[in-house]
Nanobody
Framework: QVQLVESGGGLVQPGGSLRLSCVAS????????MAWYRQAPGKQRELVAT???????NYADSVKGRFTISRDNAKNTVSLQMNSLKPEDTAVYYC?????????WGQGTQVTVSS
């Protein structure tokens, strides 16, 4: 089993920056893809960014050029650097880890972008 804990959320003004972190523990060996999702009130959970074990990344069009996902396999962490934040980025952000054929989720961290 894999446990995930997110941190780094908070309140930030439009145009500001925030860095999220996710730490994995438990049965680490076997984790392949790691990803960040987000869910705003009244909306579906959406994929934000993915990072494979070899460092390959993908981004949603809405965050491309503003967000950067990175992974440190030695520390079992994945981070999301968020720049030029917009009010529409406001959501609960979730870390996901794919371990073998099963997905695991963290509890989420709130990001609020507001004046």
């Amino acid at each position: 089993q894999v446990q995930l804990v997110e941190s780094g959320g908070g309140l930030v003004q439009p145009g500001g920056s925030l860095r999220l972190s996710c730490v994995a523990s438990g049965n680490i060996f076997g984790i392949n893809l790691m990803a960040w999702y987000r869910q705003a009130p009244g909306k579906q959970r959406e994929l934000v960014a993915t990072c494979s074990r070899d460092g390959s990344t993908n981004y949603a069009d809405s965050v491309k050029g503003r967000f950067t996902i990175s992974r440190d396999n030695a520390k079992n962490t994945v981070s999301l650097q968020m720049n030029s934040l917009k009010p529409e980025d406001t959501a609960v952000y979730y870390c996901q880890a794919m371990h073998l054929l099963q997905g695991y989720w963290g509890q989420g961290t709130q990001v609020t972008v507001s004046s």
